[in-house]
């Protein structure tokens, strides 16, 4: 029931983190690292209203560490979020909301 108007950070075993990314050019290495603090299996990545893919050196450190990483919109990224933590895996959802 909560609102949020700011990018965020969720995994299903805490409360949202703030985010922050704006807007996916602002994705750097120290940003992507950031997402491994967790150490998920899958990191989901919502890039708004539409999907845009980052360049590969934006998201070196996942690639590197071989996380899963999806990139899609925000309401899509939203939903396979759901449907993975209600599988039981440890995944990590980064949500940009522009």
Do not use: H
Request: charged share 15%; with cysteine; aromatic share 6%.
């Amino acid at each position: 029931g909560t609102r949020y108007e700011y990018p965020l950070i969720v995994t299903p075993d805490a409360p949202p983190q703030p985010w922050a990314v704006a807007v996916v050019p602002d994705i750097g290495a120290a940003t992507a690292s950031l997402l491994l603090a967790g150490s998920p299996d899958i990191v989901i990545i919502g890039t708004g209203n539409t999907q845009i893919f980052p360049r590969p050196e934006q998201l070196r450190p996942l690639i590197e560490a071989g996380i899963g990483l999806e990139i899609m919109n925000t309401p899509a990224a939203c939903r396979t979020f759901n449907i993975l933590v209600g599988e039981g895996r440890n995944v990590l959802a980064a949500l940009i909301l522009a």
